[in-house]
């Protein structure tokens, strides 16, 4: 009994890391492909995106299109929906972060920046490396310490620090300006082909689509993209574009 039980929970961890070790290699190449080249790494909302009732399937045309290369095609996978969810966090995913849990609404990037200070006659190479190291959604502002925190927005000479440090923000690390948001993908039974949604989150925008997927040579190739989605944030008192800083 005790021999069966062992060879049950062997099979079943087997399979169970088979399967993580197909998502991941899934998720590893969607990466590739809908990531910007330039980005050392890329926020992934850890929580894993509802895979959505599809409203914008294949068109006609498509189909025979692809058709022509894949006789077997599974036009079903296509139209597929799924409430399955999973955490990005369990997976080995290449070149990830994730956003802090601090921030509100964790599927978009901040509105709001927090400014660190350093003294004012600080090494120039001091402060480029803290402005590597920083973390994200934080800028590094010279303050020379008689400027009370209080007042600092009536000093002209501070608020150009702050302009000039926002600047440089905007140049620089590009990759804490979008945030993406993969779904659960959902595999035909010889996973050779899948569907994938995926969703890139701005500060005041997102938009996103689904992706058929075919694995040729152990290697998975986006065929086509579909059922494109979008979303536009809205305030009332303020811009969306307006970023805010604390201290």
Known sequence: MKITLCICLLITTAFSFGQDSEIENLINQVAIDVV?????????????????????????????????????????????????????????????????????????PPRTKTVTFVKYNIKKQEYDSL???????????????????????????????????????LKEKLEEKIYFQFSKPIFTKDKKYAIISVFK???????GFTALYRKENGKWNKLIEYNRLASETITTHTRCQ??????
């Not at 702050?162 to 440089?168: E, H, R």
């Not at 989150?201 to 938009?207: A, M, Q, T, V």
């Open 131 to 169: 402005v590597k190291t920083k973390p994200p959604h934080t800028i590094i502002v010279k303050k020379k310490w008689l400027w009370r925190k209080n007042r600092i927005w009536k000093n002209k000479t501070f608020y150009e620090e702050l302009i000039t440090a926002w600047k440089k923000d």
């Open 36 to 108: 910007p080249n330039s980005f050392a790494y890329y926020f992934l909302v850890p929580k894993s995106r509802i895979q959505p009732k599809i409203y914008d399937s294949l068109k006609n045309y498509q189909i025979r299109e692809l058709k022509k290369t894949y006789t077997n095609l599974p036009l079903n996978l296509t139209y597929k929906s799924t409430n399955k969810t999973t955490n990005w966090k369990m997976y080995n995913l290449k070149n990830v972060q994730y956003p802090s849990n601090k921030y509100i609404n964790p599927i978009a």
């Open 242 to 247: 307006d970023i805010s800083i604390s201290y």
């Open 201 to 207: 989150n701005w500060r005041c925008k997102g938009h």
